[in-house]
C-alpha cells in the first residue's frame, strides 16, 4: 500500500517558488516526514524531513498540517537545477516498531522552466 | 568529507554469472542498507545492516541474493547466477544511527545482464 500520494509532474518558473504537495492520510503518531529528489540519474539527495512542526534548512522548507495528513515542500527561488525527482516519504522514528528503511514511491517529477 | 561509494560503477556480465557488488558507506556510519533501481521507478528495498548484523532482508527478491559486512563497514552484495531480469540500478546508503536517521546514498552501481 502506498502511504504517501503526489501528483505525477510539475512546472515550475525559474526565479518562483516551488510548492510540491504530498498526502499521507494514513501516517501514524511516530511517523516522520521525508523528502528526497533524484537529479537525473544520481542517488537520491536528502533534502528535509519532519515530525509535526515546519521545518526550513538550507534548501528548503517543509509545512506539515496540523492533522498531519499532509504536507508541502516549498523550495523558495526554484533554480533550473533543482528539476529533479522529488520523493515524500513516510518512516517510522528509530526505536518504533517498524522497517526503517525508506519507501519511495513514484514521486512527483518537477521541471523548473526558463 | 568522503561520501558514500559503490564499485563498481557499471557492470556487465552474462546471465548465469555471479556478481559482487561493492560498498563503502560514509566513516563511522552504523546503518547499512541496499535498493534496487529499475528505469523510471524510485528505488526499492533490499536489504539493511546495523554495523555487522543483518536486521532485515525481506526486500531481497530470492536466495540467489546475499549481502554480507563482516566487519561492519564495508559491505557487498552478491548476486548468484544472474538473470537478465536483474538488470538494474544498484544503490547504497549508510546512516548514523539515531533517532532521526538520514539516510546518504552513492552514486550507484548499474549492472547490465546480457
Known amino acids: 500500500d502506498a502511504k504517501t500520494t503526489q501528483p505525477t509532474s510539475m512546472d515550475c518558473a525559474e526565479g518562483r517558488a516551488a510548492n510540491l504537495p504530498c498526502n499521507h492520510s494514513?501516517?501514524?503518531?511516530?511517523?516522520?516526514v521525508y523528502w528526497y529528489r533524484q537529479i537525473h540519474s544520481q542517488g537520491p539527495q536528502y533534502i528535509i524531513h519532519?515530525?509535526?512542526n515546519n521545518e526550513t534548512n538550507e534548501m528548503a522548507s517543509l509545512i506539515i498540517t496540523e492533522d498531519r495528513k499532509s504536507s508541502t515542500l516549498i523550495l523558495p527561488h526554484a533554480t533550473l537545477r533543482d528539476t529533479a525527482v522529488y520523493y515524500c516519504?513516510?518512516?517510522?522514528?528509530?526505536?518504533?516498531?517498524?522497517?526503517?528503511?525508506?519507501?519511495f514511491g513514484k514521486g512527483t517529477k518537477l521541471s523548473v522552466i526558463p | 568529507g568522503a561520501g558514500v561509494s559503490q564499485s563498481p560503477r557499471y557492470k556487465v556480465t552474462k546471465r548465469g554469472q555471479d556478481v559482487a557488488l561493492r560498498c563503502d558507506p560514509i566513516s563511522g556510519h552504523v546503518s547499512l542498507y541496499w535498493y534496487r533501481q529499475a528505469l523510471g521507478q524510485g528505488p526499492e528495498f533490499l536489504t539493511y545492516f546495523n554495523y555487522e548484523a543483518q536486521q532485515d532482508k525481506s526486500g531481497l527478491p530470492n536466495d540467489r541474493f546475499s549481502a554480507e559486512r563482516p566487519e561492519g563497514s564495508i559491505s557487498t552484495l552478491t548476486i548468484q547466477r544472474t538473470e537478465q531480469r536483474d538488470s538494474a540500478m544498484y544503490r547504497c546508503?549508510?546512516?548514523?544511527?539515531?533517532?532521526?536517521?538520514?539516510?546518504?546514498f552513492g552514486p550507484g552501481t548499474r549492472l547490465l545482464v546480457l
Open positions: 519532519g515530525l509535526k
Open positions: 516519504i513516510v518512516r517510522v522514528a528509530l526505536g518504533g516498531a517498524g522497517s526503517y528503511q525508506l519507501t
Open positions: 494514513t501516517i501514524s503518531g511516530n511517523e516522520y
Open positions: 546508503a549508510s546512516s548514523l544511527a539515531g533517532v532521526e536517521e538520514t539516510q546518504y
